[in-house]
Structure formats: C-alpha cells, structure tokens
DNA sequence: TTAGCATGGCG
DNA sequence: ATCCGGGGGC
DNA sequence: CGCCATGCTAATCCCCCGGAT
C-alpha cells in the first residue's frame, strides 16, 4: 500500500507543459497516474504568491508545503496525501525544529510534547554548528509529517556547490541526521525522501571513477568525503572506513530501492541537463527512499522511474504493503497511516473530514485558499458529484482508491522527486532502459526502435518529445515495459471531486496573512556551484573496471525478504502488484500524440495560460491561440493574429477532441 | 555528455 | 500583459 | 616532422525574476 516517489522542480510549477500531464492537467491525474499516495517534490521553486488552485485545492488530496524565507523562485519542498490513504497526525516544517506553526511564535519544538513530532537537535548540538537553526531553515528544505507508523521527512538537501556552501551543506545533513537518530532513539519510525545531493557510494555515480582520480582519492577515501561518510554511516550497509563516528556508531535507515536492486549498475536517480547527460546514462543517485530499520520489511517494492523524462532527477518510489508487522503485530498498513480511530482493519470507520482533519500547516489552510473549492472542479464538464458534506469525500474517494487497490493488489505511497524547476520535467519519453543487466549486457535495447545518435538529442522542453533511443549503457529493468499491461490508468479516472467545503468554521486564520518577513538578506546571493559530487568529465565507466570494494557490512544490501527477480529483464514478469513502470507503458502512447487544442483560425496548436486577475477564475488556466495579439488589441477572426480561440483546461479533452 | 586543445610517446 | 536580458542553480 | 593516445577544460541547460515595452 503506500509508495514514495521523489522527483524535482517542475512538476509542481509548471507541470502540464509536458507529458503525459497535459492530457489531464490537474494533479490528482498526475498523482493518480503515478499510482502515489504520497508524493512528495523538491524544488518547487514556488514563492507563496504562486501557489494556485490547481496546486493547493487538489481533490482527495492535502498538501504541506516548505517555502524559502527570503530567496524568491528557489528551493522548496511539498508532500501531498491522498486523504483517502492516509493522513498525518502532526506536520511541520523544517529540520531543527526552530520553526513555528502557522500563525504561531512558538517553535515546534518548543510545543508541549504531546504536540510536536519531536526528537530536535539540542542546543548544544545545534551551537556546534556553523550555522544557526534558522538559517538552516530559511531555505525550504523540509517538510516533515506524522503518521502513526512512522515520521516522513521530504528532504531538499542542499547541494554541493563550492566551498562558501560546504558549511550550510553539512550542518544542514549534520542536524537532518541527529533528529533521525533521535526519533528512532524515541522509538520512532522514519521515512527519509528526497534529493539529498549524496550519492552514496562508487555503485551510485557514473563518475565515480573520473572523479577519484581527479581527486587522487582511494575507493575508500571516495565513500568518506563528509557528506558521503555521513551518509554511509546512517545507512545499514553504508562503507564506512576506519572506526565510526562519535554519536554515529550504528546505522539507522535501509536504502529501501538498492536493498531491491542491490548489484544495479547506473540507477541513476538524477543527470546533468546542461550536458545532456541523460542519453548516455552518465548520471548519479542522489534521490532516495529510506526507511528505519524497524521498518525494513514493510515494502513489497521500489524502484526508480528513468522514464519519466524531463527533469535534470527522475521519480524513485516504494511501495508499502498492505499489511505490515508492527511492534511484533500484523497490521492493516491504512490503519497505521491515519489518524487513530480512522480505518480498522483496513476499512475506513470514520470519515475524512475536509473542515477538520487537515493539521494546520496545510496548503489548504492558507487564508487564500481556505473554505474555497478548486475552481477547476466548479466548471468541471463531468458533473462531479456535489457533495455537501465534506465527509463524502472520503468515503468516494476511498472507492476510487479500492478500484485501483483492486487492479494492483496494493496502493502505493509514492514519493516523487524530480526537479520542479527544470522545464524538462515531465516530458516525459519511453523509458530507456538496458543493458548494465548482465542478461542484456551488449544487445543494444532498442526501446523506441530509436537507434541513431539524433535521437538523443535533448528532448526540447514543452514539446512533446519522441522517444530517446537506448544506448549500451542505460538502465537496467526494462521488465515493465514488456509487460502486458493492464488497466490502471483508466481504474483512476474517476477522481473524487472535492466538494465545497463548509465556509465558515473552527478556522482562524492558521496561516498568518503574509509570510513572516525575515530578516533580510543573511547571506548574499553567493552559492555558486561547482559541481563536484556528481559532475566531472571522463570515462562513463560501464563499471567493468570498477574495483571491488570489500562490501563488509553488506548485509544492508541482501535485499528485503520480498526482493523480486528484479535483475531478468527479459524474463517472466510475475502479473504483478503495482508496478508503476507499468504506467509508464501507457504514458509511451500518450507521448505520441500531441493534447494541445488547436484555435480555431489557423488550426495551430495552442498555449496555455494562468489566469492571474483576481476574481472567480483566479488560478485557473486556459488555452489560447498562440499567435500575438494583433494591432487590434483585440482577438481577431482569420487574420493573421491571435485568435479567439479559448478553451478552458479543464474543458479539453484531448481524447474526445482527437476522436480517440 | 561532447568538442577542442595541449601534451607526450613513438616512428 | 508580454518580451527580453541578467542572474542563479547544478 | 606527423600521427595518435591521453588528459584536461569548457560549454552545453533550464528556470526565475525584474524592468522595459
């Protein structure tokens, strides 16, 4: 059940000028698509003003967002919930805790214990770092949710750039790892997802090679740069050379996709777009889905999605299963991912609640957005059902989630990273896949029959891209792509409508009315990159030269009891449970087609637009003939200017347009 | 990732 | 409102 | 000297913002 995708940048912002989201233009399908429960995306790039219906008001679903303090279009977290999966018991935001809830001056860790989600870094932890909490902070980097099985970080980790943001960068992980450790200490479960900028070891960047002896650094030596030796040292199976550090002499979390895929060569999570890295595969993986140790056997799968094209990161997921063991007893996992007294034995005995149970950081909650309805679903050609009491909502929304459950056999908890400012992000092409798989290892795996060089060309942003060939060394697990599909997308068409929710209530102005000036300007606009840990020329390093490294503790990579013959590509794939690479099968075709509505005077395809005037269709976007706007000023009718062409997205249907 | 340039071994 | 250039990130 | 292999460097991207139109 459950599953955790991550992803970056444009997906949240500006999604649907790729596919396969244009096709259905709201984030429910998206989500849905993805087969998420949760999903959870790093740089947003948002600043509050530009939060919208479409992304704040998304039917069935909460959502929980991060923002800069004071660094306008940059950085950014956000965790969305299906509400009829599950639901968080506590959310905040940040990672030391120094925070405060919405229209608050007392910081989360401050509230009385009952409260807050716990287990901050002490004072004294905290004076030891260069860099103050709130700093820490001030970026939007985090966002963390409660649910009663386990605590979910949705992590932006700052990047390693040049030596100005080595402090930042460490403290940042320094504090990220002493509030896991502590809230496993506490007993505490946790969920850790996002992009962390790590790659965590030889195995997990192309240029791991090139990159050591540029540096002149041993194996050993490469998986103990500071951020890397951290890292190694929270995960079980982590490398970790010469004697552990103080305050570190255990692992705590379980790399939940390698535990799955334990000898893959070039899963890659993430590539460098400026060089077009992502044809050759020459990438790294720095996006992850882990877990505490407690919580080991909990999934039934996890992967990356290196189809999904577009952005610089590609999705990683897990999925959950539908019944976990917990403190020794079998559980249904829907009961321990809501609100106590919401779902028994799987089945849900009290309803979601719109007006109640979204917890006070909520997007939903913000004085703008409030006691509104997406605009969207008010226009919404499909007569959606209106319910008057929020309550339904659940309740409808829990029978699409049972359709699908009945389709996969588990409902997933995805955590989508991928960067949200990359325009790329969602054009999405066929997957590439082949090859490091020592049973394909050589045949050249022509997925899209896209043999040439010229088919590597970067995908142009906003169009729609053709498919990428696959090249000798891309990545492996092409099994889902040959596998019969089934009918999942279709089983989550029908999308609960949110209804309106009741106006007035037990709201007061939880978010206070601006966002809390901050003090200006801390730092200068100094954090230049320098790409280190996952850029530098040389070698791709098909990894046939790879040294090998004593893996002693390898017990962290035999993979979960449940591992699935991941590596046989091409052998006999188990009609299995969710296998979200399945989607990607269905995306493929939606690739082929271009959505956009053509105007009505010169047939060409048209733009979309955000409609920015206040009023009643404040958010909304709408499809406009894409040529300027004639001496006029105003639409005209078969001339060579803009015409009146104006559709709605949420009136298009590509599909019906199409006549197929 | 690629292209382009510098270097150095070798005949 | 739109276009273009600068700045920043990776 | 030419030739080729090796090694290093640079540029490539995208987006957001703000000001000018």
Request: net charge neutral; proline share 7%; aromatic share 8%.
């Amino acid at each position: 059940m459950l599953g955790v995708i991550l992803a970056k940048r444009a997906w949240v912002r500006n999604p649907f000028g790729y596919q396969p989201w244009r096709d259905k233009r709201s984030y429910a399908a998206m989500f849905d698509i993805l087969e998420a429960d949760i999903v959870v995306f790093q740089e947003t790039k948002i600043q509050r003003k530009d939060l919208s219906d479409d992304m704040v008001l998304v039917p069935g679903w909460d959502c929980y967002f991060s923002l800069p303090r004071h660094k306008k279009g940059y950085s950014g977290v956000v965790i969305y919930t299906r509400q009829s999966v599950c639901a968080p018991i506590r959310a905040e935001e940040g990672i030391t805790g120094i925070l405060c809830p919405p229209n608050s001056s007392t910081s989360f860790s401050n509230l009385p214990e009952e409260e807050q989600i716990g287990g901050y870094p002490t004072p004294s932890q905290l004076a030891s770092s260069a860099v103050d909490a709130t700093t820490l902070d001030s970026e939007g980097r985090c966002v963390v949710l409660e649910f009663p099985a386990f605590v979910l970080f949705g992590v932006y980790s700052p990047a390693n750039r040049d030596e100005t943001r080595d402090d930042f960068r460490l403290g940042f992980l320094d504090v990220l790892d002493a509030r896991i450790r502590k809230l496993i200490a506490m007993g505490k479960r946790v969920l850790l997802t996002g992009d962390l900028n790590i790659s965590r070891e030889e195995l997990d960047a192309a240029n791991a090679e090139a990159s050591m002896r540029k540096q002149g650094l041993t194996g050993l030596e490469f998986v103990s740069t500071p951020a890397r030796r951290l890292f190694n040292h929270l995960l079980e199976g982590g490398k970790v050379f010469g004697e552990r550090d103080e305050g570190r002499e255990e692992p705590v979390m379980w790399d939940i996709c390698r535990a799955f895929h334990p000898d893959r060569k070039g899963m890659f999570t993430c590539w460098e777009q400026k060089v077009n890295a992502r044809p050759g595969n020459c990438g790294a993986r720095i996006d992850y889905v882990l877990c505490s140790l407690a919580m080991k056997d909990w999934f039934s799968d996890s992967n990356i999605q290196e189809g999904l094209m577009g952005s610089d990161h590609c999705p990683v997921y897990a999925v959950m299963k539908d019944r976990i063991h917990i403190d020794g007893e079998e559980q249904d996992t829907k009961d321990v991912v809501n609100p106590p007294g919401m779902f028994s034995n799987g089945e849900r005995v009290r309803e979601y609640s719109t007006a109640n149970d979204p917890l006070p950081p909520s997007g939903k909650l913000i004085p703008e957005f409030f006691g509104r309805r997406n605009i969207r679903d008010m226009f919404a050609r499909k007569p959606s059902i209106q319910h008057s009491q929020s309550t339904d909502i659940a309740s409808k929304d829990a029978e699409v989630s049972d359709a699908k459950g009945s389709v996969n056999g588990s409902s997933a908890i995805e955590t989508t990273s991928t960067k949200a400012d990359s325009a790329q992000a969602l054009s999405a092409t066929a997957p590439v896949a082949s090859s490091n798989d020592p049973s394909v290892a050589g045949t050249k795996r022509p997925i899209g029959e896209v043999s040439n060089n010229k088919s590597l060309k970067r995908a142009k942003s906003g169009s729609s891209a053709t498919a990428p060939a696959a090249t000798g060394k891309g990545q492996q697990s092409l099994k889902g792509f040959f596998k019969p599909k089934s009918n999942t997308i279709s089983n989550y068409s029908g999308i609960a409508e949110e209804p309106v929710v009741s106006e007035a209530n037990t709201h007061d102005a939880i978010w206070g009315p601006d966002l809390e000036p901050v003090a200006e300007s801390l730092e200068d606009k100094h954090d230049l990159a320098t790409p280190t840990e996952t850029a530098s020329p040389l070698s791709s390093a098909d990894g046939s030269s790879r040294q090998k490294v004593t893996r002693s503790g390898t017990n962290g990579f035999q993979t979960a009891n449940s591992s699935p013959a991941s590596r046989s590509a091409s052998t006999q794939d188990q009609a299995t449970v969710h296998d979200p690479i399945q989607s990607k099968e269905s995306w493929s075709k939606l690739f082929t087609k271009p959505a956009a509505p053509r105007c009505e005077s010169h047939d060409e395809p048209c733009i979309t637009l955000l409609t920015k005037k206040p009023g009643m269709n404040l958010g909304r976007s709408f499809w406009m003939c894409s040529r300027p706007l004639g001496p006029s000023g105003a639409k005209e009718k078969n001339t060579q200017w803009r015409c009146q062409t104006f559709i709605w997205c949420s009136d298009w249907n590509p599909n019906a347009a199409n006549g197929g």
